[in-house]
């Protein structure tokens, strides 16, 4: 099925949407929750799949959704589409700050492996499945990148990342990036899990225990500011049940506390 031929055009700097513009009777497929408005005339509907074959039966779309299941996505994909007699727009976000990768899939070959949770929205016609890295060191000390989306077609697909968006072209160059500030990859690259360096490098670097390896010919997306991290610094500066915080100025901010009253 060839995808639906979608114009678009990305809003904001680092709170980015992507707005997509639809002819008649065209369709884009998105992420359950992340449309942010819509345009008089366009339709939508949740369905099981991402409607990229229309004839896949009901064993076949129960197995997708099972997958998307047990890895945490939503089961469903909603599908918007133009009901009206002339262009119409629809809009997306991410869920956290950061930016929106818009990808012609027909210039990229037509494939795209990204992180299970980078994918925004698509044209119709695109396939989007769930697949599990196969090497023992990506399953067993991957994180983030061992459970991966492959997206698959000839339009147009968006995705999303957090901080800045870095690029990078391999010419069969080798690439070790932190499995979590990876977003993307293009179908001609080789993933793989291997050990940050020393075991004192390992215990006190502070750069993780593994890193990613991509080796190859091929594009790869980055992320400087993956959300698990920014997640993890907020949860650790975060005040305590009992009031009581750590951090930047811990000492300060306890006597500016005092001075205040709030203790």
């Known amino acids: 099925m060839r995808c639906h031929e979608v114009d678009y055009e990305i809003l904001g700097a680092e709170m980015q949407l992507v707005e997509v513009e639809l002819d008649p009777g065209e369709t884009v497929v998105a992420e359950a929750g992340a449309m942010t408005y819509m345009e008089e005339g366009i339709g939508f509907e949740t369905r099981m799949g991402d409607g990229s074959e229309p004839d896949q039966g009901l064993m076949g779309k129960l197995f997708s959704a099972g997958k998307r299941m047990v890895t945490g996505e939503s089961v469903f994909t909603t599908h918007f589409t133009n009901n009206g007699v002339g262009k119409r727009r629809v809009s997306f976000s991410a869920p956290y700050p950061g930016n929106i990768v818009p990808l012609d899939m027909a210039q990229i070959g037509g494939r795209v492996t990204c992180q299970k949770d980078a994918f925004l929205c698509a044209a119709l016609g695109t396939k989007i499945?769930?697949?599990?890295?196969?090497?023992?060191?990506?399953?067993?000390?991957?994180?983030?990148?061992?459970?991966?989306?492959t997206l698959e077609g000839d339009?147009?697909?968006?995705?999303?990342?957090g901080g800045t968006v870095i690029r990078k072209e391999l010419n069969n160059?080798?690439?070790?990036?932190?499995?979590?500030?990876?977003?993307?990859?293009?179908?001609?690259?080789?993933?793989?899990?291997?050990?940050?360096?020393?075991?004192?490098?390992?215990?006190?670097?502070?750069?993780?225990?593994?890193?990613?390896?991509?080796?190859?010919?091929?594009?790869?997306?980055?992320?400087?500011?993956?959300f698990s991290r920014m997640a993890d610094r907020i949860?650790?500066?975060?005040?305590?049940?009992?009031?009581?915080?750590?951090?930047?100025?811990?000492?300060?901010?306890g006597i500016g506390r005092m001075l205040d009253g709030d203790r």
């Open 173 to 226: 160059e080798t690439l070790r990036v932190d499995t979590g500030c990876l977003v993307g990859f293009s179908g001609q690259i080789d993933y793989d899990i291997e050990r940050a360096g020393s075991l004192k490098s390992m215990v006190f670097g502070g750069e993780g225990l593994f890193l990613a390896t991509l080796s190859g010919t091929g594009t790869v997306w980055l992320q400087s500011l993956p």
């Open 129 to 149: 499945d769930i697949t599990f890295n196969r090497r023992l060191g990506s399953g067993l000390f991957g994180g983030e990148g061992f459970i991966l989306q």
């Open 155 to 161: 339009g147009m697909a968006f995705i999303q990342a």
């Open 235 to 253: 949860l650790a500066h975060a005040p305590s049940a009992g009031g009581s915080s750590q951090g930047e100025g811990s000492v300060l901010g």
